[in-house]
């Protein structure tokens, strides 16, 4: 199941052919849904203080001007991949790690 925040605004009839690579994921997706295989990821250690509220500022302007984040997939008619040009929320969760093993 995922966590994904819902659109800001729903898929719209502009959806647009999906690229050769995308193609090629989506039956993999499609039969493994919850799967993380295509997840990119990274870890940051930040040492010293931090501004939170900068931190967050600049995490949420990434988030609003990385056009691959605000794709969403769909099928059409004939279950072939299509792709929507939406808008989320950017969240930012905090999570406190001082104390952890």
């Known amino acids: ?3 994904a925040a819902e ?4 898929a719209s009839d502009s959806a647009i052919p999906v690229t050769g690579g995308q193609a090629g994921i989506w039956p993999a997706q499609r039969i493994e ?3 993380s295989a295509y997840n990119v990821t990274f870890t940051l250690e930040l040492r010293g203080p931090v501004d939170l509220d900068r931190l ?3 995490v949420r302007q990434v988030v ?3 056009e691959c984040l605000h794709v969403r997939f769909t099928a059409d008619a ?4 299509r ?3 939406v808008r989320f929320p950017a ?3 905090l999570v406190d790690l001082r104390d952890a093993p």
């Open 91 to 93: 969240h930012v969760p």
């Open 83 to 85: 792709q929507h040009a």
């Open 56 to 58: 967050t500022a600049a």
């Open 1 to 3: 199941m995922s966590d």
């Open 64 to 66: 609003e001007e990385a």
């Open 33 to 35: 849904p919850d799967s």
């Open 7 to 10: 659109p800001d605004n729903p």
């Open 78 to 81: 004939d279950g072939q991949p």
